[in-house]
Structures are given as structure tokens and as C-alpha cells.
């Protein structure tokens, strides 16, 4: 079995700073195999502090989908974690080039103690964590390089598509892998900026042309808070039958679940 805990949901500065949403990143789990993907500010704590606790001593991988900081804050104090001080030679570090090079944010003495460290590159992949298989998307247009993630494991698919400027390519690239559920960071809900984000109509863009089983927003900045999430994914739900979810902080998705109860 499969499922998906939600440590964090906010997104965007001000959501992050005031910890309005937690910023933990995902905690998977595919069968045995424990993942934890984008340790943004608080991952441990929230990862301890769950009932019961995800414990980064059993992680198999932490996976970075870039090296912002809501979304690596942690990743050098998860490493520690998962290799019991640095004295356990054990567990593998996935990131983009330059979150572990030049300017990056996993410190090189922590680079130093997993059992295996990959850099990610674009349209890669099957990265191979135990019997799960990992596939990078193409590059998205964000300020550092920024990767979405599919993970395959006994028959489904989970794609994670992180922060990132909508553009068609995204549709085809993600859609090719067919996922059950789709995971998207929706910060914006209106473009009153013009940034590297996707905005509340881009998610339905990308829902409509990628057509997983089942969607699931999260990542949220202050206006889509505002708007109430859980509306938004309803609307969504209904105008394109396609079962939407919006996380929240704890929130924990059954893949196999979920998949089974929208059909083939
Ligand atoms: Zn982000
Ligand atoms: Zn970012």
C-alpha cells in the first residue's frame, strides 16, 4: 500500500514565515520504502510530532524538487536524521545540481553521509529507490532548477509537480506518464504578479490536459487561502470530473484508495 502525508501545505513567503500552513514537504510511503520529498521549514518537527511519528531513521531518500527554501530548509538536519548522526553510512540524497553544488543548500559534510547521492537531471529517470521507480519531468521555468517527480511503485503512478511557470510542454510531458494522482503546487490564485508560479487557472489548465484519476492542491500562498481551497478543488471536482482534493497540513492520501474508488 501507498500513501502520502501531507507535513506542509503553505507556500509563498508570508504563508511560510507566519507558518500560517506548515511547510514540512511529503512524507511517502510506497510498501516498505520511505521518502520524504521537499523538507521546507519544520519537516522534523512536524515529522516527529505526528501521531504516530515519521521517523527519519527509517528513511530510505529525501528528494528535493529544488533547493528554495520552503522546500529544503531542513533537508541537512533530515540527512543527519536519517543517517543517525552522520554515524550510519545509510539512506540516498536526490537534488538538482545546483542545490548540491556552488551555491547550494545541502552543507558538502552532509553530502558526505548517505549511502548514495544523485544529482537529478531533466526528463530522467528510473531512479531506483528498493522497488520504487522515480522519473523526473522536464525542467521547469523557476529561478533554480526545479524537477517534478513520478513515482512508480506496484502499478500506480504519483507525480509531483512542483513550483513553476505554466507552459503547454508541462501537459504532454506529465500526461505521458499517466498518473493516478497528481500533485500540484498551486501558490496563486490570480496572477497579480507576474512570477514563476502557477495560479489557480493554470492548475486547471494542467488537471484538464494531464486527466489523472485523482488531483490534489496544495502548496498555497496567502490568496488562495483566502479563497478557501477546499472550494476551489470542489469547483474544479465539477467542472472537469476529476476527483480534487485540496491538502491540508496532516492531511494523508491513500494512493491505492483513492485510485480504486474513481475507477479504472
Ligand atoms: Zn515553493
Ligand atoms: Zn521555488
Redesign the pocket.
Known amino acids: 500500500m501507498s500513501s502520502i502525508l501531507f507535513l506542509g501545505t503553505g ?1 509563498a513567503r508570508f504563508v511560510v514565515a507566519r507558518q500560517i500552513r506548515a511547510s514540512g514537504g511529503m512524507w511517502m510511503r510506497y510498501g516498505e520504502t520511505q521518502l520524504h520529498v521537499d523538507p521546507g521549514p519544520g519537516a522534523l518537527v512536524r515529522a516527529l510530532a505526528h501521531v504516530p511519528p515519521c521517523v527519519p531513521g527509517k528513511l530510505d531518500a529525501i528528494l528535493l ?4 527554501l ?2 529544503s530548509n531542513d533537508v541537512n538536519i533530515m540527512i543527519e536524521a536519517m543517517t543517525h548522526g552522520g554515524f550510519h553510512h545509510r539512506g540516498a540524497l536526490f537534488a538538482p545540481r545546483d542545490a548540491l553544488e556552488g551555491e547550494g543548500v545541502v552543507f558538502p559534510y552532509a553530502q558526505r553521509f548517505p549511502e548514495r547521492v544523485e544529482a537529478l537531471e531533466p526528463k530522467a529517470g528510473p531512479y531506483r529507490i528498493n522497488d520504487v521507480e522515480v522519473y523526473t519531468s522536464l525542467a521547469h521555468v ?3 532548477q ?1 524537477y517534478g517527480l513520478h513515482f512508480k511503485y506496484a502499478g500506480h503512478t504519483v507525480s509531483y509537480l ?3 511557470r505554466y507552459f503547454d510542454g508541462l501537459i504532454e510531458d506529465y500526461g505521458a506518464h499517466r498518473p493516478d494522482v497528481l500533485i500540484l ?1 498551486v501558490l496563486r490564485f490570480r496572477d497579480a504578479l507576474d512570477v ?2 502557477l495560479t489557480l487557472d493554470d492548475a486547471k489548465a494542467l488537471i484538464e490536459g494531464i486527466h489523472p484519476k485523482v488531483a490534489v492542491l496544495s502548496h498555497f500562498g496567502t490568496k488562495m487561502l483566502e479563497q478557501s481551497p477546499a472550494r476551489l478543488a470542489r469547483e474544479i471536482e465539477d467542472a472537469y470530473g476529476i476527483r480534487t482534493i485540496a491538502a491540508y497540513d496532516y492531511y494523508r492520501l491513500e494512493v491505492e484508495n483513492e485510485a480504486a474508488a474513481v475507477g479504472a
Open positions: 507556500g524538487s529544488h533547493k528554495h520552503d522546500h523557476h529561478a533554480c526545479t512542483p513550483c513553476g503546487n514563476d508560479h
